[in-house]
Nanobody, 123 residues
Framework: VQLVESGGRLVQAGGSLRLSCAVS????????VGWFRQAPGKEREGVSC????????NYADSVKGRFTISRDNAKNTVFLQMNSLKPEDTDVYYC?????????????????WGQGTQVTVSS
């Protein structure tokens, strides 16, 4: 199973980015997918997740109202639309895929991880 994130780059505060996570090597629709982020020296934290069906989603309080997660099962891809970006959103963003249908914000629930994509928000 491979997960490849893309879309991270340098952006000014207030701007937008859309991250993509392409999943291959398994039945994409079999499990939930999560986005996590991590800064150097800090714990990897859950940002958002989406269930297999796409009907259930969850967000960290820090991104609610600004980020939107979605998935295209036909394209084996999950997206994270990030609006109104803040400097504190600067991190490496990782996507993760699990084998359970539900949406989880806990790292331990995921079996497969991508290599991450850097998001940098300048003030």
């Amino acid at each position: 199973v491979q997960l490849v994130e893309s879309g991270g780059r340098l952006v000014q505060a207030g701007g937008s980015l859309r991250l993509s996570c392409a999943v291959s090597g398994r039945t994409f629709s079999a499990g939930g997918v999560g986005w996590f982020r991590q800064a150097p020296g800090k714990e990897r934290e859950g940002v958002s997740c989406i269930s297999t069906s796409g009907y259930s989603t969850n967000y960290a309080d820090s991104v609610k109202g600004r980020f939107t997660i979605s998935r295209d099962n036909a394209k084996n891809t999950v997206f994270l639309q990030m609006n109104s970006l803040k400097p504190e959103d600067t991190d490496v963003y990782y996507c993760a895929a699990g084998t359970q249908a539900m949406c989880h914000m806990t790292r331990a629930r995921y079996d497969y991880w991508g290599q991450g994509t850097q998001v940098t928000v300048s003030s």
